[in-house]
């Protein structure tokens, strides 16, 4: 008899720790602890292999955590028996469904159903869960089964927080925010519909209100970790130090994840604590045997040896993280810096331009492309690639609200300089109707042309100096302008004479030369030869008409 006692007394003690360990597993799960509710369940389903609430449980931590793989063995480890159990029937059924086998899914949550007549809150609600969680759930269908539980359970705050994540989940944010503050109405500190209000207004990109919210939800509940790591992602951006602090909150309220390891070193790199940042990127590559899955330590390290400004030991770091990361994580920050470090490096002005070509393709901003249309130009400009040159400047100027005039004419300088003259007289002619009352525009389109057409054939030139002519010809004191007109005179007088043999036009056009230029040798000297050829003309002219 005491034998028998002493066994019964155990199995008592044994079914209140499941129940102790099941309530614990529930606030890890609340907490979003999925690590630790998954080891605290395995233990429910070890010691208590047909306790059916367990082993749902036990599938909701895996399938809200990043890792829900382990899930399909760990199911078909449970007895025979559970099948036909209603926690058991939800447990498979929300592993289907996150598989994206609605139909099976949909098979295995109407039995459950069926068993417990739609009459049980805990079945509703878990099933909706599932709903809500699966990116191919029904989140109608979610509101509909938690309408049904809140009318069996009315006063659980659980229940509404959920109805308004399905809610959220439908887009419907403003019936959302209204489950939310009836959870709060059944419990004022309940964190997680604090924290889900918070969550609305992330959405909307309105800090103020949402800072508000998840500050409450740590007053309601300071062990509340989403909470936390919301906080320390809205300073990550603005104020490093302050998200350092928030970060080391939820570090120490939540499951250990290596994930955090990184975000911690990211955080020294931000609040420059670039050596601290090196120290512990280097220890944690070292004590992970799996190194390759954490490239982006060698990224931070990268930029935390840009802080130093050792570019050298940077370029190295950059290189492994290029090595072992994957392409789709990359950004377009990754090749800048690398393209930033290779224009540092003489000779690798090619490798510059490659990694600078992908950033500007990968760049969602467009004044971010602006940006790296210069820095592109700007290299090819080093390299005297001045047809590339004026095709980035090109790209730069088209439809940038801050682009100049000096970004304009720039444009134009290099393809003349690339000899592209076709196109340099439409960048200048585009010069001349924008900025009409400036003299640049009409003496590089005249200068284009004069080489465009170097025989002169057609004269495409003149048009442009006579323009030009008559907008600097009062201004004689300024130096730019004496040597234009010096340049327009010239070219006028070489296209008369040679041209249309008007030797009396080029004459006066080299005179005014000299009107400019008083000592300039080669128009006194042309003058000097026209004059004597008009002489000879008029002189043979007038002894043919005697004869």
Known sequence: MKKGVSLFLCAITSLVAVSQNIQDAKKFIYYERYKTAEDQLQQVVKTDPANGEGWYLLSKAYLSSNDPAPLQNLLSQAPASLKEEPYFQVAYGSYLLNKGNKDSAKYYFDRALDKTREKNADILSAIANAHIVAKTGDANYAVELLNKAVNREKKDPALFTMLGDAQRKQGNGSDAYKSYVMALDKDGK????????GKIFVSQKNPEMYLKY??????ADSNFAPAVYELYYHYYFTEPQKAMEYFKQYVAKSDPNKTNDVLYTDLLYLNK?????ITNAQRLLGSNNNADSMPRLYKLMAYSYLGLKDSANA?????????KEVDTNMVAKDYEVMAGLYSGVPGK???AIAYYLKTADMAKDQAEKFHFYKKLSELYKDQKDYLNQGKWLGMYYTNNPKATNIDLFNWGIANFKAEAYDQADTVFGAYIQKYPDQAFGYYWRARVNSLSDSTMEKGSAIPWYNKLISMIETDTNNKTNKKWLVEAYGYLAAYQTNQVKDYKSATENLKKILTVDPENKDAKQYISVLEKKIAADNSNSTTGTSK
């Open 190 to 197: 309940h964190a997680a519909a604090l924290y889900r209000m």
């Open 214 to 219: 998840f500050n409450q939800a740590l007053e």
């Open 273 to 277: 604590q670039y050596q601290d940042a």
């Open 315 to 323: 370029m190295t770091s950059m290189s492994r993280y290029f090595s």
């Open 349 to 351: 002005e090619d490798s």
